[in-house]
């Protein structure tokens, strides 16, 4: 049943891909963690100025930038993806298509 529950729970996956990788990032190397936990002390006009000094590549995506700048949570900052896309047979996966 627990198998189950982690192929078809999205949130259950990532927080073993949590668990896996403690939030950095596979393709930038970016730590998505400390960068939210450090942003959300900060006063959000100053937000946007410390996310692109860290991890300058959210330039090429502004709609999570703004996201994250507006909410700086880690669904925001980081997401878990599968290597085989859903619609090509990826969905019901563990962890090693992620």
């Known amino acids: 049943r627990m ?3 982690r192929k078809r729970s999205g949130a259950a996956l990532r927080q ?3 668990a896996l990788e403690a939030g950095v990032c596979r393709q ?3 730590d998505c963690h400390a960068l939210t936990q450090l942003i959300r002390g900060l006063e ?5 100025e410390v996310i692109l000094a860290r991890a300058p590549q959210f330039r090429e995506h502004p709609n999570l930038l703004a996201a994250l700048v507006r909410h700086p949570v880690e669904g925001h ?4 993806d599968h290597v085989v896309a859903v619609a090509e047979g990826g969905g019901e ?3 090693d298509n992620m």
């Open 16 to 18: 073993q891909v949590f």
């Open 77 to 80: 900052a980081w997401h878990a």
């Open 44 to 48: 959000p006009r100053s937000r946007e």
């Open 93 to 95: 996966c563990g962890l």
């Open 28 to 30: 930038c190397g970016t």
């Open 3 to 5: 198998v189950y529950y």
